[in-house]
């Protein structure tokens, strides 16, 4: 069974950067389609961005030009390297797993990291 191990995240001012690592174990990562979410306190869950099996990606388009999802396959990782962030960023972010291609549906991910927390001052 795959299993996700999230590092990186905390805190930092607008405009700065902060970059995410997501370890997968038991699986292939890219067999899956990967992706990360994040929820802002009091927010449901929404997808930051998705990586094909492909390695083909897609954003929301409230992270397009600033944030980069890759994924190392030697290392079996999945990256999201956020640049410019701002307050609005503010949210714990996961990355996760899926057969189901595309989905921006958090119920169909099947794997998940246990979650990270982001801050971005003002």
């Known amino acids: 069974q795959l299993q996700l191990v999230e590092s990186g995240g905390g805190l930092v001012q607008a405009g700065g950067s902060l970059r995410f690592s997501c370890a997968a174990s038991?699986?292939?990562?890219?067999?899956?389609?990967m992706a990360w979410f994040r929820q802002a306190s009091g927010k449901e869950r929404e997808v930051v961005a998705i990586?094909?099996?492909?390695?083909?990606?897609v954003y929301a388009d409230s992270v397009k030009g600033r944030f980069t999802i890759s994924r190392d396959n030697a290392k079996n990782t999945l990256y999201l390297q956020m640049n410019s962030l701002k307050p609005e960023d503010t949210a714990v972010y996961y990355c996760?797993?899926?057969?189901?291609?595309?989905?921006?549906?958090?119920?169909?991910?099947?794997?998940w990291g246990q979650g990270t927390q982001v801050t971005v001052s003002s």
């Open positions: 996760a797993a899926a057969s189901r291609p595309w989905s921006r549906m958090s119920d169909d991910y099947n794997y």
């Open positions: 038991g699986g292939t990562a890219s067999c899956y389609y």
């Open positions: 990586m094909s099996n492909g390695g083909i990606t």
